[in-house]
């Protein structure tokens, strides 16, 4: 094994760049062996490796030891055969045709005529990096990424092949679509193809069939037996969130769970719950429910007004206005209304005892990219909730966790360099943080698209495409357009533009909060506060 180089990623992340696909598949063999102390996750690519770890110290200690580790080789792999039928009928397929200089049925054939084979998972659970027997088709992403890319999409980008296993964000040329299911959670293994695999495409024919697409599964009914809350109106993308599925980077799945942990930290510590919970996350605070049974309820994140009104048969009580980030009780028959009224994106509301809900990869997180747990919140639908035994006493009331903006009305999020800062420079990184930018409407769970206030996009120093590579929560990955995009709680677990700087961990629950129209500055720093005791020996 020969490590070429070592960066961090954020602060709390090693990227460990290696010589081969051999070595890579190596180190990850040692490290789900015999992980590091610290170590959180593993996230292989086609020349890199990420090792996710809890803190700087175990980052920087990851980063000593990976060097001294004796590997050797990954022995040869061979897999199973997969043929995946393809209608190429694809967007781009005149343009891919156009970069490699062939006729559309020429690129048909050199996709066809070819054995893939399967290097890495990522991006999404389903996802498979196809490397082919030869370099006729390697095409650069789009310039701009497509924020919805229809599922069963067949695509090319940078030497790879690859199949969208549900509508997602994409920058890569689309060819044509499949019915094949990449991802399917009744088999007993979900991804239809693992690493090693080899994969044949063959061409058919349009199909005149209703594809099921990334639909979410069917809910259960909504009359449940141990119900105490009823949705009234789950307002805009009411969604299940806990602290996410972490440790399954390699299948494609990233970590997901409440885009603002410190709000839904505090929410569930505010009831007695812990922190683990599962909560209802919130867009901008509007949403009402009743309950069924006596509940003990807090709402923290998005200010909100809060507004209890009894049964309408109730002469006996009267409405009233509990606080916010303070616990509060919810009476049989009475209903809560929440309505936006201040600073903040997403609302979190908590029940003590936390909701009873499937899990999905050890988690009751929505993750809106991958597609993976609970569906949004539906008028009508009844939550159960756990019980309440042996809970701490509910909390007292707390400060708000909303960040303030600075004198100018900026809100400042702190970033550390790269670990992709060399290809822009010194002057790439300093116009990043001397230059206000904007959040742009386009934004969402999965990333903030950010806009240039004053200053300009982002120039490259570096030509070519960079192969795709673990990314972490933070990461500021800035594709052609120069415009960065900002990776929050459901970002794809692997990406293929360069992270010029990470956003510190401690700040990503301000990015989590702020609305589209609200100009932020980025702060350059060495090490967060949290973070600067030294590490141990």
Not at 63 to 79: N, T, W
Not at 348 to 361: E, I, Q
Not at 397 to 405: A, K, N, R, V, Y
Request: include cysteine; charged fraction near 15%.
């Amino acid at each position: 094994m020969s490590v070429q180089h070592i960066r961090l990623a954020g602060t709390r992340s090693v990227l460990v760049e290696l010589e081969d696909l051999d070595s890579v598949l190596a180190l990850n063999a040692a490290l789900e062996a015999s992980p590091l102390p610290g170590q959180l996750d593993v996230l292989t690519a086609a020349r890199t490796v990420l090792i996710k770890t809890d803190s700087r110290c175990a980052a920087k200690r990851a980063a000593a030891l990976v060097p001294l580790l004796d590997l050797g080789v990954a022995g040869a792999q061979v897999g199973k055969l997969i043929t995946v039928e393809v209608t190429y009928n694809g967007t781009d397929l005149a343009k891919v045709a156009e970069l490699t200089g062939q006729s559309v049925e020429a690129v048909i054939a050199a996709h066809t005529s070819q054995t893939w084979t399967a290097a890495f998972g990522g991006f999404v659970p389903g996802f498979a990096y196809l490397l082919g027997e030869n370099s006729v088709l390697n095409v650069p992403r789009r310039s701009s990424p497509r924020t919805a890319v229809p599922p069963g999409s067949v695509a090319l980008a940078g030497g790879y092949s690859a199949v969208y296993p549900r509508q997602s964000p994409g920058g890569w040329q689309l060819l044509g679509h499949t019915e094949t299911a990449m991802w399917d959670l009744d088999r007993e293994h979900p991804a239809l193809i693992h690493p090693q695999d080899r994969v044949r495409f063959v061409p058919v024919t349009e199909r005149t069939s209703i594809r099921p697409g990334a639909s979410a599964p069917a809910r259960t009914s909504s009359t449940r037996t141990g119900a105490r809350l009823q949705v009234l109106d789950p307002g805009l993308q009411s969604l299940f969130q806990d602290l996410g599925r972490p440790g399954q980077g390699n299948l494609g799945v990233t970590v997901s769970g409440a885009a603002d942990t410190a709000s839904s930290r505090q929410a569930n510590r505010l009831v007695g719950n812990r922190s683990q919970a599962a909560v209802i996350e919130n867009l901008t605070g509007s949403m009402q429910l009743r309950a069924l049974q006596d509940v003990v309820l807090a709402v923290t994140g998005a200010e909100a007004d809060l507004r209890v009104t009894p049964a309408e048969n109730d002469d006996l009580r009267t409405e009233r206005s509990p606080a916010m980030n303070t616990p509060f009780a919810l009476l049989s028959g009475e209903t809560l209304a929440l309505t936006p009224s201040g600073r903040g994106l997403r609302s979190y509301l908590a029940v003590r005892g936390g909701f009873t809900v499937d899990k999905v990869l050890d988690s009751a997180s929505s993750d809106t990219l991958s597609g993976l747990g609970p569906p949004p919140l539906a008028a009508g639908q009844q939550l159960t909730v756990g019980p309440d035994l042996n809970l701490p006493a509910v909390g007292l009331p707390e400060p708000s966790t909303l960040p303030h903006t600075d004198d100018a009305g900026d809100y400042l999020l702190r970033v550390v360099p790269g670990p992709r800062d060399d290809w822009f420079g010194s002057p790439g990184l300093q116009q990043l943080v001397s230059q206000r930018w904007s959040i742009s409407a386009e934004s969402n769970r999965v990333g903030v698209r950010l806009l240039s206030d004053t200053g300009g996009a982002l120039s490259r120093i570096r030509s070519g495409e960079l192969a795709s590579e673990g990314v972490v929560p933070g990461a500021l990955q800035v594709p052609p357009s120069g415009l960065p995009v900002l990776f929050l709680a459901d970002h794809p677990v692997t990406g293929g533009y360069p992270v010029i700087a990470t956003v510190v961990a401690e700040d990503l629950s301000t990015a989590a909060q702020l609305p589209p129209g609200t100009t932020i500055r980025f702060v350059l720093v060495d090490t967060p506060p949290s973070e600067t005791k030294d590490c141990p020996a």
